[in-house]
């Protein structure tokens, strides 16, 4: 019953997306991949594999985590603005539900945007006569496993603040938790020990997305897959975040009149 | 019986920009049988949005409690035996009238095929199956209004709470929104509805409750308040106004004179009278008062 609900809702989220033309952005996108990797034809990438490799890599991410956070960080507050919430929220479906299948259907149109411009990617590539290892697909999954987190993030500070400032928190973590948790190592040793623990707390609630890239080791050649403990690991570290970004929305929207 | 809404002491409040509270509901407290058809009546800001919130389950009380069918305002257990029509019906963009449906209807607990099949049946009940496969965003108010009546029927509700249900609809649209909800009555759903237009409360409506300021000041049966408000009037030719006659008269052209009595006893004994006078009767109408005046009487007495 409940994997129904959270279908229906999902489907909604992704035939809204498509006729939106959210996913447009991925077709101009995936255009300017395919006329770049033209363009990189023309003068020849001989010896140059790996750079562009990296530089796909490095697009793909940066594209695939924009689209992300803006579309899970617009979900909920949507919702609300336009009053297409109350149709909703009177069927017998609790607030949890609505807030899961929102954010399974944010997934699944950050999955599918992914995917497109992996594929365009992977095709304009080949044209180069590019190889993949079997660590790209490792690669695929993991950052499959990291727009979860982003999106469950999105959603979760869509309740606590307005959109703008949500998408604006979104990207700050996204992109810079690597460098706070950096930052915050250096000033812990000569910080008080309550701050210290401040420190620590901060440092295990950041999400480090960044663990989620593995492009850097797509990117180079002859690199073996990483072990399926580290995947399952990274599943566990997924899971356990989504859980609490989910838990975080419902615990701002459950009681929030409307 | 249990009744369909039972309302107890409900407050509802909201906190302003400013960070007050501010009333919306006080102390409110009525119940709804199963079965009525009742019009809920105020001004604007009186609260029955709020009121109609608490009923779903979208605002939490600050004091007094909400029960439909003997389960919590909000509840699953609630919510599976109502139909809702919020007071602006907004209904996603970018899917059509059947993809919208058929997602609350899942939603409702349908599969995917059957609530496909009950969507496209409720459109034709609204008149909407020529544009079932047109985008929401490209629909007129009145037809994303019979989306919204055509949601509220899905999974043939016990209750039907429809906040401005005629808001939108043209002449034709209400005439056959009437048809549906009385059909639908008859099938033995509850309805509870605000609106502003009286004519409809006056034809659809075995009862109405009226609000100000959070507060009810007013309950009858319609059909009591009609013979309250119904005059009888008697126009009779005479040489002048009769004394003690019952009920209040006029002169209204020369020597004929026009008297509205409230109730039958009272044009009985008037009728009398007139004959014991010699007077000569032109007309005996019944003129049914009206609830619009009735309406703002009452708001102007609360004052």
Known sequence: ?258 | MTAAIDVQDLRVRYRSKKGNWVPAVNGLSFQVAPGEIVGFLGPNGAGKSSTLKALMGFVEPCAGECRLFGAPAGSLEAKKRIGYLPEVAMYYPFLTPIETLTLYGELQGFGARAARKEAATLLEVVGLQESAKKLNRTLSKGMLQRVGIAQSLLGSPDLLILDEVTSGLDPVGRKELREILKDRQRQGTTLFFSSHELSEVDMLCDRILILDKGSLIEERGVEALKDQLRRYVLKYHGPAMIMGIPGEGDESEDHVFELRCSTKEDLILALEKVQKSYGQIIDIESREGSLEEYFIDTLERAA
């Open chain 1, 1 to 258: 019953m409940k994997a129904r609900v959270y279908k229906a809702l999902a489907k909604a989220v992704v035939l809204e997306s498509i006729r939106r033309k959210d996913l447009w952005v991925v077709a101009i996108l995936g255009f300017l991949i395919l006329v770049s990797s033209g363009a990189l034809g023309l003068f020849g990438i001989g010896g140059l594999e790996i750079f562009v490799k990296d530089l796909a890599v490095s697009v793909l991410g940066l594209f695939s985590t924009i689209l992300a956070v803006l579309i899970a960080t617009r979900m909920m507050p949507e919702e609300i603005k336009q009053r297409t919430l109350y149709p909703l929220l009177a069927r017998p479906i609790t607030r949890l539900d609505l807030i899961i299948g929102k954010t399974l259907g944010a997934i699944a149109v950050s999955w599918i945007a992914f995917l497109l411009l992996a594929a365009l990617t992977g095709l304009a590539l080949a044209g180069f006569h590019v190889t993949f290892e079997p660590i790209m697909a490792q690669y695929l999954l993991a950052k499959m496993m990291g727009l979860v987190v982003i999106c469950g993030l999105g959603v979760a500070f869509s309740t606590l603040m307005t959109p703008s400032a949500a998408s604006t928190m979104c990207f700050v973590i996204v992109f810079g938790s690597t460098m706070i948790s950096r930052a915050l190592v250096m000033a812990y040793e000569s910080c008080s020990p309550l701050l210290q623990w401040v420190f620590k707390l901060i440092d295990w609630a950041l999400p480090q997305v960044s663990l989620f890239d593995l492009g850097g080791r797509a990117v180079y050649m002859h690199w073996s897959p990483v072990p399926m403990w580290v995947m399952g690991a990274l599943a566990l570290y997924m899971a356990v975040y989504f859980a609490g970004a989910t838990g975080l929305s419902w615990l701002k929207f459950r009681r929030q009149p409307l």
